[in-house]
């Protein structure tokens, strides 16, 4: 085995787990690659609904993103599992070292059985990519997310109204460039200032509330903050028609 010294081979206390660890690193960096991939797909898939591209590319899309989570979740179990197995021999400190393939089998099948759907919720970049699809397409006034969402058969203009309020950063008061979303009560904000606002209050040792009026969330964390790509894009198109309209 990678990593075991070969003086006293039937004692734990000479194994050296440098090689497994390396292989562990190797596999968090892979992951980096999986969150690069899914940024790819929601971009991917956001640009089609601005283009407004026939449905079923953008459901491959969403076939793509299911397909990563599903990489990312077996990742993680086999990361789990090994860890697992390393904290388990490095406790229990046996005095023949035990089959640690066979272990780390055993526990990343036992992760693997408890897989549902379900478990895409707790992927963060999978709920982003869904809510910003969704977001982009209320922005848009598509038929068929008024249709779900009750607001069918509202006026056009009146939805057009409430995107562009939704434009401005409560902050500021002005036209959001840089919007990121709250992950926790979901108001948005310019960028720059909302940062701004934290951080000067964790400077002063005191606690950031959401500066939306009437949001209850008194504890905000830059951790907190995503980048929101579906509101971005939509303030970008909403000023690429108003100039085309005023030439």
Known sequence: MPGRSSTNSGSTHFISFSGVESALSSLKSFQSCISSGMDTVSSVALDLVE??????????????????????????????????????????????????????????????????????????????????LKELKKQYGMHADRETDGTEGV??????????????????????????????????YEEEAIVRMIESKHKRKKKACCPKIGCSHTDMRLSDLIPDEALRRAIESHNKKKKRHSQ
């Not at 057009?160 to 036209?175: G, K």
């Open 51 to 132: 283009t407004q591209t026939e449905v079923s590319s953008e459901y491959s899309m969403d076939k793509a993103m299911i397909e990563f989570a599903k990489m990312d979740r077996e990742l993680n179990h086999y990361v789990k599992a090994v860890q697992s197995t390393i904290n388990h021999v490095k406790e229990e400190r046996p005095e023949k070292i035990p089959d640690l393939k066979l272990l780390v089998e055993k526990k990343f099948l036992a992760l693997q059985d408890k897989n549902s759907d379900a478990d895409f919720k707790d992927n963060e970049k999978f709920v982003q990519f869904k809510q910003q």
């Open 155 to 188: 006026d056009e203009d009146m939805i057009v109204t409430q995107s562009q309020t939704n434009f401005i950063c409560p902050i500021t008061q002005l036209e959001m460039k840089k919007p990121v979303k709250n992950k926790v009560c979901g108001h948005t």
